[in-house]
């Protein structure tokens, strides 16, 4: 489906019938009652600075186009958190009525009128009707599909894959069930946290954009009482209708990325991108690699070579011998940059991994578990995954190849988690089922440790938005320095 662009949604109409999908009446009436008060806004704000009347036309006519994107955020993140709560709500539920009737469709008629006033009723119940009409031999996995549709995030999947398990193998699920609700219970902290951590970062940026244009304004009027109108100077306008275009670019930008995607639909990288930094770190020639960067590095060193000899300025003799260092680091460089890469994805997966494994443990033997996690493994540990199991196949009462598994890669825990899921294998382990929780308990931890360096990762783009404001306020205050030293020149010519 072809998205729609800003234009498209200036038309009332349009953003009414976006923010209705949301679950929100928004009336016209509402829509130009917020275009009337951008209008009156941008309007004290252009005779603030005293704009022309011409500038303060261009200037409203150019950011009325930013108006309906954040009339349409502040509605989505609304949506978000509304979802969010009640996806926690449904998966602590189901779980909860799941422990004693084992049977996921009438958990799920059980639970589902206490969503009567939320729009997730019309899910439940339309996966619920699924379930009862559909002759599909498939009709609760596409039940669990249709929820997951609309609330799906990684932790619903993990419950929905474990009731499965359940249904058809059978067995005890209350130590199960206490493992997933202290998950859940975890990932929600962390989200409302995270969410509070956005927000505040929002808000500084908000601070500092109003700050700076509040202390620019002041120092303009400043001037003018000392008789220096830097306003009224055609560049000053100018500039004055870009800072406003690009200061409601900023506050746009800002505002979606202060949303936090809980259902984890998002990826800093791609699943081909991961694979290809995993490759280039195993597969890694050195030799084969400096020996290409050499000479990729003889063509800048004989331009180096030639300034020098011309006796070309200092600048580019500097530039051209700190492109040969570059060129010929540059294997290095690459290498790293995908090690890290690699490193920082291995971290975030590999709870979630052992996770998946633990729960597979409630219902399956060890090695079945372990092989089993493969289909749902996150796409940085597959390779690894493959390299163990084969390992496994030639030495399956071994010990080898769980201390083997990803001892490549400095990610913390891994040799005691793999010891632990061995001696549960072996027998060695007192009280099998207290070795698991014991390894959930510890794993929580490495989640919750792996889980905090995401949000910290994701903040990082707003607290560089606040720099950002600050460097188009600064600009355009050093076009204001200029224009007053014209003036100044001009005074003391004219003297």
């Known amino acids: 489906m072809k998205k729609k662009g800003s234009l498209y949604y200036l038309h009332p109409r349009h953003i009414c019938?976006?923010?209705?999908?949301?679950?929100?009446?928004?009336?016209?009436?509402?829509?130009?009652?917020?275009?009337?008060?951008?209008?009156?806004?941008?309007?004290?704000?252009?005779c603030a600075f005293r704009l022309q009347p011409?500038?303060?036309?261009?200037?409203?006519?150019?950011?009325?186009?930013?108006?309906p994107g954040m009339v349409l955020s502040t509605y989505r993140n609304?949506?978000?958190?509304?979802?969010?709560?009640?996806?926690?709500?449904?998966?602590?539920?189901?779980?909860?009525?799941?422990?004693?009737?084992?049977?996921?469709?009438?958990s799920l008629a059980e639970?589902?009128?206490?969503?009567?006033?939320?729009?997730?009723?019309?899910?439940?119940?339309?996966?619920?009707?699924?379930?009862?009409?559909?002759?599909?031999?498939?009709?609760?996995?596409?039940?669990?599909?249709?929820?997951?549709?609309?609330?799906?995030?990684?932790?619903?999947?993990?419950?929905?894959?474990?009731?499965?398990?359940?249904?058809?193998l059978g067995?005890?699920?209350?130590?199960?069930?206490?493992?997933?609700?202290?998950?859940?219970?975890?990932?929600?902290?962390?989200?409302?946290?995270?969410?509070?951590?956005?927000v505040s970062a929002r808000n500084v940026v908000y601070g500092i954009l109003g700050g700076c244009v509040f202390l620019e304004l002041v120092i303009l009027w400043a001037f003018y009482f000392y008789g220096m109108d830097l306003m009224h100077e055609p560049l000053v306008q100018i500039c004055g209708v870009i800072e406003w275009v690009a200061s409601l670019l900023l506050v746009r930008a800002t505002d979606r990325k202060a949303s936090v995607d809980w259902m984890d639909r998002k990826n800093t990288l791609?699943?081909?991108?991961?694979?290809?930094?995993?490759?280039?770190v195993v597969h890694f020639d050195k030799k084969k690699e400096m020996a290409t960067s050499l000479r990729w590095a003889v063509i800048p060193a004989v331009f180096l070579i030639i300034s020098i000899a011309r006796h070309a300025s200092v600048a580019i003799i500097v530039i051209m011998a700190a492109l040969t260092v570059f060129v010929l680091f540059s294997w290095k460089v690459g290498y790293l940059l995908s090690y890290q890469d690699t490193v920082k994805e291995m971290r975030r997966a590999f709870p979630t991994w052992i996770l998946d494994v633990a729960l597979r443990m409630q219902t399956d033997s060890v090695q079945v578990a372990l092989y089993g996690s493969y289909e749902t493994a996150p796409t940085v540990l597959k390779p690894e995954l493959d390299l163990f199991y084969e390992d496994l196949k030639e030495h399956p009462e071994s010990i080898d190849p769980y201390l083997n598994f990803l001892k490549n890669f400095p990610i913390r825990g891994v040799d005691s988690f793999m010891r632990k899921i061995y001696s549960v294998y072996?027998?060695?382990?007192?009280?099998?089922?207290?070795a698991i929780m014991d390894l959930v308990q510890r794993n929580n931890y490495l989640m919750d440790e792996a889980e905090k360096a995401k949000n910290a990762e994701a903040l990082r783009p707003l607290d560089e938005m606040g720099y950002r404001v600050m460097g188009v306020i600064g600009v355009k205050m050093m076009v204001e320095m200029v224009v007053m030293f014209m003036q100044m020149v001009d005074k003391i010519t004219n003297f």
């Open 78 to 106: 609304k949506s978000n958190q509304s979802k969010f709560w009640d996806a926690v709500s449904y998966m602590d539920q189901i779980l909860t009525v799941f422990r004693d009737k084992k049977r996921y469709q009438p």
């Open 171 to 198: 067995g005890d699920v209350t130590d199960a069930i206490k493992i997933l609700q202290d998950d859940l219970r975890n990932w929600e902290l962390r989200q409302q946290e995270a969410q509070m951590q956005r």
């Open 54 to 67: 011409v500038y303060i036309i261009i200037m409203l006519l150019l950011g009325i186009v930013f108006v």
């Open 270 to 280: 791609s699943d081909e991108k991961i694979l290809a930094n995993y490759e280039q």
């Open 111 to 168: 639970i589902k009128s206490s969503f009567a006033e939320s729009p997730m009723y019309a899910c439940l119940d339309r996966a619920e009707k699924h379930m009862l009409t559909s002759t599909s031999a498939d009709a609760q996995q596409e039940a669990y599909q249709m929820i997951e549709t609309d609330y799906g995030c990684l932790r619903m999947k993990n419950i929905h894959r474990y009731m499965a398990n359940v249904q058809t």
């Open 17 to 46: 019938s976006e923010i209705e999908g949301y679950g929100y009446e928004y009336s016209v009436g509402k829509a130009l009652r917020n275009y009337g008060i951008y209008l009156g806004c941008g309007a004290l704000a252009g």
């Open 426 to 434: 072996a027998g060695t382990s007192a009280q099998e089922q207290t």
